[in-house]
């Protein structure tokens, strides 16, 4: 057993660090969220520019084949800085749907993304899935010079500032397909709304969308298992930002504690203030070791081992970090319910983190269906 | 004993029900089912229809101008409130300086006060926390001197809920520095268009704009504003605090937001079925629903001992504390029970369930219920008072 | 609503807790535990003629016509005071059984139940039945002149003191029937032991048991619903010997707090132990008022209301029960897992009650079934 | 970052299983099977036996008499001996005593005590609790007073563990009264057999004894059974309690209650099912698995930071607070999802499961394991201050 990162890890991990910390800030932060941006393609440029576009994917398309691990690095340290930019959700998250789905026309798609040059995302949710990607409404009817969608999905992450959207729709006979929808198509209409972490999202509206039976990327099992596989990545990444985040609000609340006066004295001078501090250092540390554990073993196809290690794992920080975001507020007191300090607003980013693909109910259900023996 | 009302107790019942049903606008009931708050006007505008009602000042006696209904009819008449998508009233009139006013103020100040908060015509915020006084409310520094038949008043108030909706802000301002904290401490009422006001909004995590700062630069008032005698304030910020517990847990409100959240999760459908098929999620609902029940008894018990003119001590100050952490429990099996729909913040059109897709808002807000008016921890260390008397 | 109690159940309560304090004592308790008993026949007279085993019955056998609340009064104080007497498990819950089932021979037993001349026990569950009294292994056959029982009942608890059982059997139509089985009577083997919380339970054998047909004292839904609603009965008093025994721990701890002393003060000094007996508190009472509405609510033939009214209670209570004997015992540190120390009988006790006839899981579950709209 | 073991490593791991399969005896696998506790005989004699192969003493280094594993192997040896229902070994000597002698003890004290610990022939108790001085354990009382070249003992010790099963005893003593409490402790070993000695049993609520009252009453001690010198307890004391860290969280234990508590479940029959039937139930050991996840990986990075020879921080010690937790509730688990079956108390006859019928022993055993040691309230005050370093 070894915890220590590698060179290239340590490097990746304090160029992220360095990169945040100068072209990022809660400033701007909030300035984006005034705006109604959640995007900047200066940033964009300069992220693919550090390789953090190729970073996760093959060689064989022009990625540098990082690990799951690798992706955690900086995903971790996006939470840390509440940094919205829509890596996770324009890059990594479509990038391995089409990294899963294979086929030439997907690789071709998956060069422009590993470039940073085309930005994707995932549209598998409907607005009567839960999280459930296998339930799709969305239909499509195949003829013969070529395929029509018609349906709408819920709740896409990074659809506004995306050039492709991977659509999942199901034809008549029941086979799903994995659709790769240009996001100007014809028929193809979008309702860009905030999310909870400050982020955006949409509604995409399938209305007679007609494209060549090319855009079908994948078909029955590997496009369902391409999504969910995907999606598990984009998990395992997640709970490494809730970490990030956790950890910064662990963090930001001691100091408060150290500093803030009341009765004449620091609030951490008060045990019953000591112990929440402790429960949520404990469960700080408790989920960095699910972190690298999902990250590690969620790194593999074979479906039972990874769907069982990351479903324990977003289950196990989907509640700690609600925990640690809850005490934050509760120890900041008015505070922390406010605009003005970040502490509120990583509240919300763990609330977003925890629920974005499957709550801890979700994965302690799929952790019954497949881990246990 | 006996938990059934009486015939004239469900009378009673039945007269609000029905009067609520004729009343309530349609726009407070669509928000409520939302699970949004009202905005100013509805709000004022609510307020102004039960003080024409004369169903606003509640807990008031005849004698002062309210129904002088018993704890049990309060009771009754907050559930019916709740059940018909009515918001809660501002406190800070009617439930805080008005019962102040009623035993402290002078002739003159209960004439020139009562009557619109009463009416529901004039409205109030309350002045108490200052950026270094807030669980410890007692080390204030907001400072009122005495010059002529004015004091000047000068410093700065936080966390001040709906000041920018108020018309007056009743206040705890220093008058004495000399002696020890809480000593030296006084009521005042302000009106809040005297010049050197400045109100700066704080904006919550909500996204809305409930709070602010309120700064006072040189503010004269007249020294009638004064409500007791100097030196009197810390007195009668604890007589409000044991003033008003037949609604304090919050019962009337949890039962309706349960009860909307069963529909929602009914509502919303999942592949062929609903949420609702989901056990594990109506297994959440049940022990929501269990936690009520003990809480709603035990606001039953507090109710019937105030009935009887029995003090309060240690068994209704657990209200609080019970009551606002199931207000979060709720808000947060709604937030997380919406799956993906509780993620969207401002769409305008549902994605699914617009009910759900607003589920945030409260969350988020209701945060601020463990930490306002003495966080929770403060209340533990009361109670523990009490039940050691070390 | 009215939380007072009526002069008539104020003078029970007070006989109650005099009766106790005279007769019953942790000294006792723990002689009795030391020689394996849990019953004696003066204290069991005692209590007859102090109106116990008629309160809760109706005035048609010799009884009271006491409420459930009644009932709760007592079971409150044995909780309070540790008591094994098996008041609860030999009059109360056989005597409902035979109340609700009705008939000629229900009621001439019942009157000896009531008069404290007979005593009773329930034997319907089984050891594959879990908390289910219709899961009924236990066969009843019926020939010309008479029926014959086989099978087992587990944990029946008081049927070491008991001249009669109330067994519940299943003809081989799926028909069950309530039978009344003399303790002596041939093909009956008891093999008894003590149980969690001092008192003693036994398996009893049937063994090719026969009986006249008049031992069947109710079949169908009627005997089912006779078992079932006694067990809501017994639940109601459970409740309350709960609330006693946390009552009393609550008690306890908050005076030993008062007194021990670690680093030169009070432990009761400290915050965190503070917080903890004020959740204690908090809980207790809130247990408090659940115990009244399933005695207020619980005590009706409605099937429905009074199982919402009962599971809700049970739910609640075998939880707050549970976190306040463990606190209770933390804050104690090592004399509270003594024998010597009444604080780790209390223990026990709590773990006992919290489940017997159902724990909180089950009881939630049963609210699911019957509770929610 | 690397979690797989190496070839070695799973090597050694085949080799320890092979041998504990061969090697525990029925006795103690059948008690392991229904959660009971071994006996005197068998615990001393399983000691025995792994003192034999020289798989005792395994935290220790070659150089002592130990097989000089590494933490890996260590962690790997626990699992596998927990998965082959063999007891954990008494800490007292080769934990405790055993690292104290090897670290702080003369050439004389480790030739005496050292080969009796490493053989499991010798068997000790600690003797560090007093009645007025538990979580405070610095407050001690019990004297040991120069009289030529013996020390007097007098005072009394509680809460010894095994006290009646032990040769020797090591105490912390007080050896001087007029300098400040922790600085006049001393470490003193203690033949059990040295007259003037009193056991007197403490019988725990799982209806056992392991524990005792000892009373010292002018007992002689020479002085070449001091450790280190006099006034070095303190340190000794707070020397053991960061010694060793791979096996405090008892994940090897809770893994193998986890996987019996689900064997249970299926071999007991609800109706035509098995309890493994009710979703609740195997809910409530998923989330048992999940957070056994969580203590076991954080484990693992403590073990792999030993085996790099960084420092143990508050890291791990919050391994303590989570590992006792989780036995904690491991056993209420097993209580409450046996229904009525856990309510029997000494049945010799099997009802419904032999092992639901026994569930209550480690439950209520185990109540102390956020006690002993310094309760988790002493433990996070202890995280609290390197946290805040206030």
Redo the contacts between chains.
Sequence with gaps: MDFRLSDDQRMLDESASKYLAGQYSFDLYRKQLAADVAFDESRWTAMAELGWMALPFPESVGGFGGSLVDIQLIARRLGEKLCTDPWLTCAVLPGKVLEFAGGVNAMQLLSGVSAGTTRGALAA?E??????PT?IATRVTENGDGIRIDGQK??VFGAEYAHVLLVTACAANGEAMLIAVPSSAPGVSL?H????DGSR?S?VNLNAVKLPETAVLARGCVAIDAVKRAIDVANAAICADLLGAASAMLNKTRDYARMR????VA?GS?Q??QHYLVDMFIETQQSESLVWMAGLQGDTQECADREKAISIAKAYIARSA?MVA?KS??IH??I?????LDI??Y??RV??YA??FG????HV?RYMAFGQG | ?????TTEELAFQNEVRQWFAENVPASLRSRADNGQMPNRDEQHGWEQVLGRKGWLVVGWSAQHGGPGWTA?QRYIFDLERARAGAPPVSPFGVSMVGPVICAFGSAEQKQQHLPGIISGNVHWCQGY?EP?A???LA?LKTAAVLDGDHYVVNGQK??TTQAHWADWCFCLVRTDSSVKQQQGISFLLINMNTPGIEIRP????DGHHH?NEVYFTDVRVPVENLVGSEGMGWTIAKFLLTHERTTIAGVADSKREIERL?QMLKD????NGS?WDD?????????L???L???E??N??T???T??GMGLG??SS?LK??GTELQ?AIT?AM???G???????????P??SFAFNRT?ER??FL??A???GG?N?IQ??V??KM????
């Design positions: 949710l607005a009567n899935s839960h999280y459930d339930l819920s709740v309702n709304y905030r999310v909870v999202a509604e006066k009341q009765f004449s609030i008060f019953v203030i609600v809850q507020v509760q007191g008015g922390g319910v406010t605009e003005e509120g607003h509240f919300r609330t977003h629920q974005m709550d801890r109910d979700h259900q | 004993m006996n938990l059934e009302f049990t926390s270094n807030g669980s410890d080390s936080i966390w704080i904006h919550s995590i709070l069963k919303t459908k999942q592949g949420r056990p594990f999620a109506r297994r959440r609902v049940a022990e629903e269990i936690d029940a003990a809480l008894y035990t039953f018990r109710v019937a001992a009935e009887e240690a068994e657990g504390i019970k979060q947060q937030v997380e029970l799956g993906h729909l509780s993620l969207t913040w401002d769409n305008s059109e994605v699914g945030r969350y988020n945060r601020a463990t930490i306002y966080t921890e533990k260390n109670i523990a039940l050691l008397g070390l």
